[in-house]
């Protein structure tokens, strides 16, 4: 079975950097609010930190993105090649 990478890096990406706006506009709003989890996403992502400044959830929403995009692609290849036993790379 084939999977669309496109697709799947697409989703990935949206859903991570959308879990990380969220976290970072609703900690804006209330400080207590997704603390622990920013203090960790920043132990992994330079920048994006637990500062309740719209710059900050703007890094860590860039880096949720990329890494998102980046970790559905990963997934849809190894999806593809245990599901068809080679790697299948479609657009």
Do not use: E
Not at 33 to 58: E, K, N, Q, W
Request: proline share 4%.
């Amino acid at each position: 079975m084939k999977v669309s990478m496109k697709a799947i890096s697409l989703s990935s990406a949206m859903m991570w950097g959308g879990a990380m706006l969220f976290v970072g506009l609703v900690h804006m709003a209330v400080p207590a609010y997704g603390g622990d989890f920013l203090r960790i996403m920043s132990s992994i992502y330079p920048g994006a930190d637990t500062a309740p400044t719209f710059g900050r959830v703007l890094i860590g929403t860039l880096y949720g993105i990329v890494d998102g995009g980046i970790a559905g692609f990963l997934f849809g290849l190894l999806y593809s090649t245990f599901a068809s036993g080679t790697p299948v790379v479609n657009k």
